[in-house]
């Protein structure tokens, strides 16, 4: 590590105040090119001699460590996430270390921007990804021609690619949001079958009222996010609605005149369809109150006791029980069970709606690329999937190592006739984490819709 | 103030010459070494390995002496210089680090700040004032303007008032009286923001009123029979439901330190006034306030300065939802969360403008006080 | 009325303090006083005694019931939610990381700003008024726009991650209020008592050291609460300057991560909250002391 003698601060001392006298000199500035060069981070004690000794030979990257930021905390999520990385921590020397906070998105603009990016960081949206884009390395020339095309299909590799054809990111853990979830049991007593279309589907709701029963629980309270469990909703319905070329116009137009509005009938219509379900207080456990005020990792609870049948949410939703029921099993004959949120309109297929992490690279050290492209392969996230909660975008997965709920989900993913990002992960913040939100929580209480979806299309930014 | 002139002027000038410079300059090593030692312990610190109660230690040393021993170094080191230069350079031995600090962490980044207020979002184009244009326009950021004169006026208001009284009242209380009735109010200060929004989040929660409440408050309301009240989603309320939050926080801070004042208020002046025929309220409004306006100024100041920068409490209750944005707020997320910094400068910079007249106010009775 | 010139604390008993204070009893009667300041500290505190009460309870029954509950049916109390936090991996050494982090950012700006506000209120310089409008001028500027231009000086110097980074960041953030506030008391001091001194000979280093210094206990005892508690419960300051090793992690921290990133599990933070509470409390019952005591009593201004 490099020491700085007092008289280099001296000096910078005087340049500052004289920066700050003087007018706006930035004297100390540094120089803008840290990326290249720079060392992973000075908060780990980066080991300059090798900090155990091992056979140099068998492990090509002894003594390296590389560091991975991500969003997620979740101690589960965590320890299946870093287990994944023994065999290749063994076999490469590198020193894997995953560093989570919850205040993600503040921590990578801040570091990336000054200057102190982390090796690599996982985004749980590529949209946020695609800002600190130029500060990612382009990994089209990490990998050689057609690696990345065999291990994942395009559509994957073109979400997180730029317009100017730079590849700046690899997909790792994928979830599928098109599901419904239900518990077996309940199903069983009350002799309800699985729909297999809208009107189905709103037709088990009306018996449910009918018999008693409550049909949705859609809760949506997620402090500063809250309003992304109804857009998730509304992308679902869009992509059952109308073609994938609107909804690819609605989230990423490829030019300003193609954008399809939250204003345009197709769109609206949507609400409409999420209206008809959620705005209903008879379909809602607990009411329109509950929906707005009720935290959405409870969503399953009120399905293992009857409260109330039924809840769209991703393949995600059963780790969210884990904490108060560590026995839970899921499947046809488990505790809670899924069917595929069923198609709207047949002329639009099958569509699935994804989410997923997404990598980049930003300090290009020969252990960086390896771990990264360790990321590439399914094998990264192995204990990931078997530990139930995640989906593979990779196509070398091994599917025997998913339990048979996760590879039915799986199977969900493969068979889809369209797969879409989550809409509002695309769109740009103001929107996808702004307006969008917002207008949610506003529509479920009670606002006209129209002024709304005006609203949402003024805030979409002008570039 | 003419206290630099008392020092008397040693030697002649000749006599300085010969024996002043090798003085200065062994003084000016003073301060050199200490800073060479100080800057040693630095890099100690940061590079070793050494147990963490030993960094600890030395961070202790080093922070409370390590800073007082450049002040008296670099003092040593005026106090031999010939008198004139002397005299011109003691005060910024007293302003001059604090000075360097605040221009290195806060006026190098403000000025930065100012600059990219007049560019695109990704700082890449001049622009020119649409940001600010965006600031007083756009119909979210009205509401924003139109939230933080509210959050102003009510907190600034309550928690001075308030703590005022308090501050008064305790006074007239037995000194365990007063230290409890102090720590209770003090409280939600060491309360983190998320914390805070725990404990708010179940006052103002409400269930349908089919269901047993588990919010504080809707328990009282529905209690008499009342409606259950959408405390954060009732666009009527929920701004006051937030700026509660701030008065509950805020109000130990304007205590704490109105306190000391009141308690420097000699009993002599009151008992002056009293004995002229004042009743308590004409004690209280012409003889109390008078005496401690510089401090009531001061609180209120940072009070209004602690709220045009608030943002915690609404980022993590509302997030700004349902018309209970707040500039710092909106800054905040135009910053990290919409990638848009020209936004947020320009957003931070009208913080910085909306000071300006408390800056004016202070400056005048600065001069009120030392005429 | 001047007080006499000392050097050091200057505790001038006052022989009518306990007669005035007795008067204003018989005006404004005591009771009526306890009554006011009784009903303020039960607004005050009932949020905060209910989250006590929700923090012996899991969080199935705080969701589904009140927490005055407790007092009418029988409730099984846990300490289930002060295990977790307790027991966590680390918490010990995040304890230990805040307070490194604290102390330091507490003392320095504290002792920059008394020397800077002495300057300010007694010492005559070109310049004086625009620095003190800069530094009111200052206490507005959002921390969060100063993060990456600091983080890009400071991964230039190598103190990215490093103690010393940390306080110097504390330092600058808390200075204007530090220096604002210390100038505020530091001003009102009689300037018979300071004129006093100056006939002594003091050079104003001794004047600041034995005099001043003294003098501002109070207003010193009540900023450095403030700095401690903000600090104290810092969470974006220490990620961002300290790193997110999980070495140098604070009790913030910690906490948050207990908590999980989408909040699973929030009952953590009834009990986090407390334990977080006890040192920044036991910080404010010891400098309480120094609130009390009338320190210029016995000289009065203007």
Redesign the interface.
């Known amino acids: 590590?490099?020491?700085?003698s007092?008289f280099f601060?001296?000096v910078?001392?005087l340049s500052?105040?004289l920066?700050?006298?003087g007018g706006?000199q930035?004297a100390?500035?540094?120089?803008d090119a840290?990326e290249e060069a720079?060392p992973a981070?000075?908060?780990?004690?980066e080991p300059a001699e090798p900090t155990e000794e091992e056979p140099a030979g068998d492990q090509p990257y002894a003594g390296t460590t590389v560091t991975i930021?991500g969003?997620?905390?979740?101690q589960a999520e965590v320890e299946a996430f870093e287990q994944g990385f023994v065999p290749f921590e063994e076999e490469t020397g590198i020193d894997v270390?995953y560093?989570?906070?919850?205040?993600?998105?503040?921590?990578i603009?801040?570091?990336t921007?000054?200057?102190?990016p982390p090796d690599i960081a996982g985004f749980p949206q590529p949209g946020l990804m695609k800002?600190f884009a130029d500060q990612a390395v382009d990994l089209s020339t990490v990998f050689e021609d057609g690696y990345l095309q065999q291990q994942y299909n395009q559509s994957w590799i073109d979400m997180a690619t730029m317009p100017d054809g730079r590849i700046i990111g690899i997909w790792n853990r994928a979830i599928v949001k098109s599901l419904v979830w239900y518990s077996p049991a309940q199903f069983a007593e009350a002799g309800y079958e699985i729909p297999t279309t809208w009107e189905e589907l709103v037709a088990l709701s009306d018996q449910m009222v009918a018999d008693g029963k409550v049909p949705w629980y859609a809760p949506m309270e997620?402090?500063?996010?809250?309003?992304w469990v109804g857009t998730d909703w509304i992308e679902d319905i869009m992509l059952r609605t109308t073609s994938v070329e609107n909804y690819d116009n609605w989230t990423v137009p490829a030019a300003p005149e193609d954008r399809l509005l939250f204003a345009s009938p197709e769109v609206k219509q949507a609400w409409e369809y999420i209206g008809s379900i959620l705005l209903n207080e008879d379909y809602v456990y607990?009411?329109i109150?509950?929906t707005?005020?009720d935290?959405?990792?409870?969503t399953g609870k009120p399905l293992l006791t009857g409260e109330a049948m039924m809840a769209k949410q991703g393949s995600y939703m059963p780790g969210?029980l884990l904490?108060?029921f560590p026995e839970l099993t899921v499947g046809p004959n488990g505790d809670l069970n899924y069917f595929y949120f069923p198609p709207i309109d047949a002329t639009y297929g099958s569509p699935v709606l994804t989410g997923g992490d997404v990598y980049s690279m930003y300090n290009d050290r020969p252990e960086v690329r390896e771990v990264l492209k360790f990321l590439t392969t399914a094998q990264s996230i192995e204990p990931s999937i078997k530990a139930g909660t995640f989906i593979a975008p990779h196509t070398d997965v091994n599917m025997d190592w998913y339990d048979e709920a996760n590879r039915g989900i799986a199977e969900i993913l493969a068979n889809a006739d369209t797969v879409r990002f989550d809409g509002s992960d695309l769109m740009?913040?103001?929107v996808g984490?702004?307006t969008f939100?917002?207008g949610m929580?506003?529509y479920i209480?009670g606002e006209d819709l129209d002024p709304i979806l005006e609203?949402i299309d003024?805030?979409w930014?002008a570039? | 103030m003419q206290q630099q002139l008392q020092q008397p002027e040693k030697g002649s000038f000749l006599s300085w010459f010969t024996t002043g410079v090798g003085r200065v300059i062994v003084a000016l090593i003073v301060p050199i070494i200490t800073f060479a030692i100080l800057w040693q312990s630095f890099v100690f610190m940061r590079d070793t390995e050494a147990p963490k109660l030993l960094i600890a230690l030395v961070a202790l040393v080093v922070g409370v002496v390590g800073v007082w021993a450049l002040y008296i170094g670099t003092n040593f080191f005026i106090e031999q210089l010939p008198g004139r230069v002397r005299d011109a350079l003691r005060p910024y031995l007293f302003v001059g680090p604090a000075m360097v600090i605040l221009g290195v962490f806060l006026i190098y980044p403000a000025i930065g700040t100012i600059y990219l207020s007049f560019f695109d979002a990704r700082s890449e184009s001049f622009i020119g004032v649409q940001n600010y244009a965006f600031a007083f326009v756009d119909s979210a950021m009205l509401i924003a303007l139109r939230n933080n004169l509210l959050w102003i006026i009510l907190v600034t208001g309550f928690t001075v008032s308030v703590g005022l009284l308090v501050a008064v009242l305790v006074d007239r209380l037995s000194q365990w009286e007063e230290a409890a009735a102090k720590s209770l109010i003090f409280m939600p200060m060491a309360i983190s923001a998320v914390g805070a929004s725990v404990i708010w989040s179940f006052m103002y929660f409400a269930k349908p009123i089919t269901q047993p409440q588990i919010g504080t408050l809707n328990a009282i309301i529905t209690g008499f029979g009342g409606e259950p009240v959408l405390f954060l989603l009732d666009k009527a309320i929920n701004n006051f439901a937030l700026i509660a939050i701030q008065i509950w926080l805020l109000t130990g801070f304007c205590m704490v330190i109105l306190s000391s004042a009141v308690k420097g208020v000699p009993d002599e002046l009151l008992e002056a006034a009293r004995i002229d025929g004042a009743n308590e309220f004409q004690v209280f409004f012409r003889i109390l306030v008078p005496s401690i306006m510089p401090t009531i100024l001061t609180v209120s100041t940072t009070v209004f300065i602690i709220v045009l920068k608030t943002f915690d409490i609404v980022y993590v209750m509302t997030n700004g939802r349902r018309d209970t944005e707040v500039v710092a707020n909106r800054m905040f997320n135009e910053l990290f969360r919409f990638g848009n910094s020209g936004h947020a400068s320009a957003l931070a910079v009208v913080l910085l403008l909306a000071v300006l007249p408390i800056i004016y106010w202070n400056l005048r009775s600065l001069r009120e006080q030392r005429s | 009325m001047s007080a006499p010139p000392q050097t050091g604390p200057i505790t001038v008993a006052s022989p009518s303090r306990t007669a005035a204070r007795r008067s204003l009893r018989d005006i404004l009667s005591a009771s009526s006083v306890r009554f006011v300041v009784l009903v303020l500290c039960f607004l005050w505190s009932v949020p905060t005694f209910g989250l006590f009460i929700s923090s012996f309870r899991n969080a199935q029954a705080i969701n589904n019931s009140g927490w005055w509950s407790t007092f009418y049916t029988s409730t099984e109390f846990t300490i289930q939610n002060y295990v977790t936090v307790l027991t966590a991996e680390g918490m010990g050494n995040a304890f230990l990381n805040s307070i490194i982090v604290t102390v330091p950012s507490v003392v320095i700006p504290i002792t920059i700003a008394a020397f800077a506000a002495y300057a300010f209120a007694w010492l005559e310089f070109p310049g004086r008024d625009l620095f003190f409008a800069i530094v009111v001028l200052l206490l507005v500027v959002p921390l969060h726009t100063t993060l990456v231009p600091i983080l890009r000086m400071y991964v230039g110097l190598d103190l990215n991650g490093t103690f010393l980074g940390i306080w110097l960041a504390h330092t600058g953030f808390g200075l204007p209020l530090a220096t604002y506030l210390l100038y505020g008391y530091i001003s009102t001091i009689p300037k018979e008592i300071m004129e006093a001194v100056v006939i002594d000979g003091a050079t104003p280093f001794t004047t600041f050291t034995r005099m001043v210094l003294p003098l501002s206990v109070p207003a010193i005892a009540s900023f450095a609460i403030f700095q401690f508690l903000w600090v104290w419960n810092d969470l974006l300051v220490a990620l961002v300057f300290l790193g997110t090793n999980s070495e140098v992690s604070v009790v913030t921290r910690q906490l948050t991560e207990l908590v999980g990133s989408k909040g699973q599990n929030w009952e953590v933070l009834t009990a986090g909250a407390f334990i977080t509470m006890i040192v920044p409390l036991i910080v404010f019952f010891s400098l309480q002391r120094y609130f009390v005591r009338g320190m210029m009593a016995g000289s009065v201004k203007g």
């Not at chain 1, 100390?28 to 120089?31: F, L, Q, R, V």
């Not at chain 1, 981070?41 to 004690?45: D, I, M």
């Not at chain 1, 921007?113 to 102190?116: A, L, P, S, W, Y």
């Not at chain 1, 997620?222 to 309003?227: C, K, P, R, V």
């Open positions: 590590m490099l020491r700085k007092p601060i001296v910078l001392l500052l105040i920066a700050a006298c706006t930035p100390a500035e540094p120089t840290p720079q981070e000075a908060t780990e004690e930021f969003a997620y905390t979740e270390v560093e989570g906070a919850s205040d993600f998105e503040v921590l603009a801040t570091r921007e000054g200057g102190n800002r997620s402090g500063n996010a809250t309003g607990g009411g109150l509950s707005l005020q935290r959405f990792f409870d969210w904490e108060d740009p913040g103001e984490t702004g939100w917002s929580v506003d209480n609203e003024a805030s930014p570039q």
